[in-house]
């Protein structure tokens, strides 16, 4: 990943986005993260190969909740699961808000998560009409900032390109650039200028270690 910054303005970190494919960046970020015997969160389950890297990445201590709001997104999640007996094992699917993710992950998890990751947008191969929005997206991020021990990451992949996609970015972009300072710190990864609209962004925001 090149990880040269271009631009501090708000303090934070903004870098240029030169990878496409923001799920194989996630991947590699999350690739670093020291995560064995961990509890994450996988925020958007959708099809469950996201869920299924995180419960790889835990190894057999630790765990994973998945939530999703579709019931189609939850089957496809256990399905996919099923094929490893011992990676279902380490994952709760939960239906959900992930608005609501303090209230979807076990009490003794709060301040004590590793990662949580966002993949927004919409079920791929379910239709365009739920598409995660800035409504809930934003007050999720609040919740999963929360939720993380010191020093854990918060992770979204964010795709600009759907009718909700713009304003979405925009609404968590304000509101990670409150978060950078005493209480985390943030990396904005996106392409710049006409030729990058409508394409994703990843936002990385570390919760301080410091923290207690
Ligand atoms: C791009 S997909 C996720 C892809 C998935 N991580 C994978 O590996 O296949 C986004 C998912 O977010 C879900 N979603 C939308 N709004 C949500 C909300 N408020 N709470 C939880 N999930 C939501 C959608 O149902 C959809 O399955």
Avoid at 9 to 15: A, K, V
Avoid at 104 to 115: D, I, M, N
Avoid at 204 to 211: G, H, K, S, T
């Amino acid at each position: 990943m090149n990880s040269s910054p271009c631009s501090s303005g708000e303090g934070w970190i903004e870098e240029p986005l030169d990878q496409r494919n923001v799920v194989a960046l996630l991947k590699s970020v999350l690739e670093e993260e020291p995560l064995a015997g961990a509890w994450v969160v996988d925020a958007t389950a959708g099809n469950g190969h996201d869920t299924e890297f995180l419960a790889q990445r835990v190894g057999p201590e630790g765990r994973v909740v998945a939530v999703d709001l579709q019931q189609p997104a939850v089957e496809a999640t256990r399905a996919r699961l099923a094929a490893s007996p011992e990676l279902a094992k380490r994952v709760e699917i939960v239906k959900g808000d992930h608005a609501l993710l303090q209230d979807l992950v076990p009490g003794p998890w709060r301040g004590e998560v590793a990662v949580v990751l966002f993949n927004l947008g919409y079920l791929p191969a379910g239709g365009r009409s739920l598409t995660t929005t800035a409504a809930t997206s934003v007050p999720a991020a609040e919740a999963s900032l929360t939720l993380l021990r010191p020093g854990g990451l918060l992770a979204l992949a964010v795709y600009t390109g759907h009718e909700a996609g713009a304003a979405e970015a925009a609404a968590l972009r304000e509101w990670a650039s409150r978060q950078h300072g005493a209480r985390a710190t943030v990396r904005l990864l996106r392409d710049r200028g006409e030729g990058a609209v409508g394409r994703p962004e990843v936002l990385l925001i570390r919760r301080r270690p410091e923290q207690g």
